[in-house]
Every structure is written in C-alpha cells, then in structure tokens.
T-cell receptor, first 112, second 110 residues
Framework: QKEVEQNSGPLSVPEGAIASLNCTYSDRGSQSFFWYRQYSGKSPELIMSIYSNGDKEDGRFTAQLNKASQYVSLLIRDSQPSDSATYLCAVLMDTGRRALTFGSGTRLQVQP | DAGVTQSPTHLIKTRGQHVTLRCSPISGHKSVSWYQQVLGQGPQFIFQYYEKEERGRGNFPDRFSARQFPNYSSELNVNALLLGDSALYLC?????????FGPGTRLTVL
C-alpha cells in the first residue's frame, strides 16, 4: 500500500465546473496536509495547506480534511483552462522527520 | 522577496561522473529540503537540513550527500552517476511546516 494515494487521472472537467481531487494517506498520526499544483515542466507550487478536520477555503480552492477516514480533498470551483495541471497531495507524516510524502499526482484537464 | 533559487537549471552528465547542485532558500528560512522527481511520480525526499544540521534522510544510497552553509544555502552532491539518477532535483525551503519549491535542476545522465 502506498503511503499517499491519488488517482492519476486524467480528470477532465468543462470550464466553469467544479473539479474534485482526492487523496488518501496511510499514517494515522499525520497532522499536516498540502496541495501543490505542478504545470508541465515546472516545479510544484503550494496552493493550500490544511491541519484541522473540516474545510478551508481560499478563493476558488477548498481543501477538505477527514482524519478519521484518512482522506484529503481539493475542490476547485469555476474551473478555468489555466487550472489544467497535475495536482500533488503531500502529507507531513508523524515520523519526526520533517519530510513531505507525496502522492503521484492527479492530472486535471479543464476543457474550454 | 525572492523565492527559492537553484542552479544550474539544466545539466547533462555521463555515467560515473559526479554532480553538485545548489540552492538558496527564501530569506529568513533556515530549513532546506532536497527532493528527486522522476517523470510521472511525485517528489521523493532525499535530505533535510536545518541550521546546518542534517534533520532527515530519505531512502537514497550513500552516493547522495548534502550540506548546508552558514548562510542557509545548500548543496546536493551525487557521485558515480547512474542512468537512473536522471530526474528533476527540487530544493524546498521552509520556515515552519509549509515548504516552497525552487524551479529545480533537470539532470540528464547519458
């Protein structure tokens, strides 16, 4: 079992729709969760961090965390073609080592 | 404020050679982490340094080493390069939990 799992996609949504990206993690003691966006050929860009159960909103982005289910999600409202990228879920696991563990990413395609 | 900077941008080496990659963190950030990203995968943790001390090491062979300098910049060294070392090498700086990535160094080993 991978430590952080994501559906590789591609997830295709029409422009203006809500894109829903999901991630599960294995370490129940994990406390910090992050979403990064990575355009092709570029480095990951931090877009959201979440530490507590529930929702956290920032503009068109909403991160959702459910520690009991070991599940993190990212919602993108009013999706734009410029949102087309790979979205990486990252978890700071409870190992004492301050290293991020990443999923393989979900490729999102927003169709104009 | 300037973000994380890395050099060089691209590098081509042959098997058996060694390489040094450099990273300067965001001003005020004392922690630097190195990650390797191969195509189609998420970044894999290599090292983390904080205040010039190694704080963590990932599952990479001893051919990989790193250090952090008094100004918090960092170097990643890889010896005896293998074809499988071809990847995007990412440096991330952090002040607390959030890590911010530089543009990366694309290493190609022929």
């Amino acid at each position: 079992q991978k430590e952080v799992e994501q559906n590789s996609g591609p997830l295709s949504v029409p422009e203006g729709a809500i894109a829903s990206l999901n991630c599960t993690y294995s370490d129940r003691g994990s406390q910090s969760f992050f979403w990064y966006r990575q355009y092709s050929g570029k480095s990951p860009e931090l877009i959201m961090s979440i530490y507590s159960n529930g929702d956290k909103e920032d503009g068109r982005f909403t991160a959702q965390l459910n520690k009991a289910s070991q599940y993190v999600s990212l919602l993108i409202r009013d999706s734009q073609p410029s949102d087309s990228a790979t979205y990486l879920c990252a978890v700071l696991m409870d190992t004492g080592r301050r290293a991020l563990t990443f999923g393989s990413g979900t490729r999102l395609q927003v169709q104009p | 404020d300037a973000g994380v900077t890395q050099s060089p941008t691209h590098l081509i080496k042959t098997r058996g050679q060694h390489v040094t990659l450099r990273c300067s963190p965001i001003s005020g950030h004392k922690s630097v982490s190195w990650y390797q990203q191969v195509l189609g995968q998420g970044p894999q943790f290599i090292f983390q340094y904080y205040e010039k001390e190694e704080r963590g090491r990932g599952n990479f062979p001893d051919r990989f080493s790193a250090r952090q300098f008094p100004n918090y910049s960092s170097e990643l060294n890889v010896n005896a390069l293998l074809l499988g070392d071809s990847a995007l090498y990412l440096c991330a700086s952090s002040f607390s939990n959030e890590q911010f990535f530089g543009p990366g160094t694309r290493l190609t080993v022929l």
